[in-house]
């Protein structure tokens, strides 16, 4: 089992800047690929990011160039810094662990954390 707690989120005013936390416990963290997720109101839950255990990222063409996703093995921790907030960033952000090979896909992550709710201002 892993678990997984997310921290950072908060309310930000667009253009602004927001750090999420993602903690794991439980089985080798670097064992597994990392990912950020997100599930805006009446919407369905859909990718953000992915980071592997030696760093290399994924990012959807939404946040590209705007959002950074980053891990600290020796502290279990993967982090996502959001950069040039934008009111469509509104959602609340989940951090999930994987080895599946569905790397954009819900069902390529076994473990969820409980989410952390972001909101972007005008």
């Known amino acids: 089992q892993v678990q997984l707690v997310e921290s950072g ?30 599930q805006a109101p009446g919407k369905e839950r859909t990718f953000v ?3 592997w255990s030696d760093g290399t990222t994924y ?5 590209k160039g705007r959002f950074t996703s980053s891990r600290d093995n020796a502290k279990n921790t993967v982090y996502l810094q959001m950069n040039s907030l934008k009111p469509e960033d509104t ?11 569905m790397v954009l ?9 409980q989410g952390t709710q972001v909101t972007v201002s005008l």
């Open 59 to 63: 990012y959807s063409d939404s946040v």
């Open 9 to 38: 989120g908060g309310l930000a005013q667009a253009g602004g800047s927001l750090r999420l936390s993602c903690a794991a416990s439980g089985r080798t963290f670097s064992n597994y690929r990392m990912a950020w997720f997100r």
């Open 105 to 113: 896909m819900q069902t390529g992550y076994a473990y969820w954390g």
């Open 49 to 51: 990011a992915a980071i």
């Open 91 to 101: 959602a609340v952000y989940f951090c999930a662990a994987g080895v599946a090979p």
